[in-house]
């Protein structure tokens, strides 16, 4: 896969993506991401996966505007119809990932990177990383969506208006960063570390926290709770489940059976 790199070791899923010098996403790009975040939902080896960058001048520097000229005669139908639905499925595919995906965020995160890490369950970032939705000063329009989710609607226009970039403190003021790192030669082990901790508790508990999380997360409240019970529920028929509580009981790590 073009600039892409998938390590796989103790349930953590480590996917590497190195385009120099911005790191910019390409349609290949963005179709191959969609492949690896979709093929965990049948992968037992992956319990979380971490998305992270080699960052040369960038995190991710958006889309290259090199590679937004029209179709060619291999694409299909869909994607001459509905330029953006590739963008669209990368996200979807990140945002639906059957695992929690982390986020490791050095240098600047700009338009479809910001995305991209919002997208992330958990975003981790070095004091130095910064992130914006600048697509309003190239004459374009960005992902308003993503940016409403992170910082709720006036902070959101604040940012999509302006085209200004946010620093790493300022997020994580605003509780979209979980932590942020002093040293960026600190930040995949820091992330590593977060993900470690995922990577102990229950396959099928962290799998169905994720769905669960997700399919409440615009519900009224009393519904939303309503839909968690159904998942507590079908989790407490997994011997997992049972597994758990013995484990605290009996004071020692559980073993994770996968049923």
């Not at 103790?10 to 690896?36: Q, S």
């Not at 102990?200 to 799998?207: E, V």
Request: charged share 25%; glycine share 6%.
């Amino acid at each position: 896969m073009e600039s892409l790199e998938v390590e796989k070791a103790g349930g953590i899923a480590t996917v590497t993506f190195h385009r120099p010098p911005v790191n910019a996403l390409t349609r290949r790009v963005m179709h191959d991401l969609t492949t690896i975040f979709d093929g965990f939902a049948d992968d037992r080896e992956v319990i979380v996966a971490v998305f992270r960058v080699v960052p040369d001048r960038a995190f991710v520097a958006g889309v290259d505007l090199n590679d937004v000229s029209g179709p060619d005669e291999e694409s299909t139908p869909a994607a001459m119809t509905d330029r953006g639905k590739v963008a669209r499925e990368m996200f979807r595919s990140i945002h639906e990932c059957a695992v929690p995906v982390i986020a490791a965020v050095d240098k600047a995160a700009i338009g479809g990177g910001f995305a991209l890490a919002s997208c992330c369950d958990m975003i981790i970032a070095t004091e130095r990383a910064t992130f914006g939705m600048t697509e309003i000063n190239m004459g374009l329009l960005g992902a308003s969506s993503h940016l409403v989710r992170m910082l709720g609607p006036y902070r959101a226009r604040d940012m999509f208006f302006t085209g200004r970039m946010a620093t790493a403190a300022e997020l994580a003021a605003a509780g979209v960063i979980v932590r942020v790192v002093a040293d960026p030669a600190d930040l995949d082990a820091v992330a590593d570390e977060y993900a470690r901790a995922l990577a102990g508790k229950s396959p099928l508990a962290l799998r169905l926290a994720k769905e669960s999380m997700n399919r409440t997360e615009d519900l009224p409240f009393q519904e939303g709770y309503r839909v968690e019970q159904d998942y507590t529920a079908r989790m407490v028929t997994f011997e997992d489940s049972a597994e758990a509580r013995q484990a605290f009981f009996d004071k020692r790590d559980p073993v994770w059976k996968w049923r």
